[in-house]
């Protein structure tokens, strides 16, 4: 199910969770990226728990010098 998450952009946490596949790492990066945030305003504590979600879901592998890739913990 879409939710949308802001409504005076018309950001769903779909778009969210692509824009944290995608790098997106703060709620300045989704406002960059979607526009979320950039009008009311009132969207900002709910893309902040979202990112939070996605972030946690997403999690980056991280690249040791050896260039090896490790996945990331917890
Ligand atoms: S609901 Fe996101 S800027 Fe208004």
Avoid: N
Avoid at 21 to 44: F, I, Y
């Amino acid at each position: 199910m879409l939710m949308i998450v802001c409504v005076c952009k018309a950001v769903s946490d779909r778009a969210i969770r692509h824009a944290v596949k995608q790098g997106a790492t703060s709620v300045r990066d989704l406002a960059r990226e979607l526009g979320l945030g950039s009008c009311c305003g009132k969207c900002v504590p709910e893309a902040k728990i979202a990112l939070s979600a996605c972030r946690a879901t997403f999690a980056p592998a991280s690249v040791p010098a050896s260039g090896m890739m490790v996945p990331a913990l917890g």
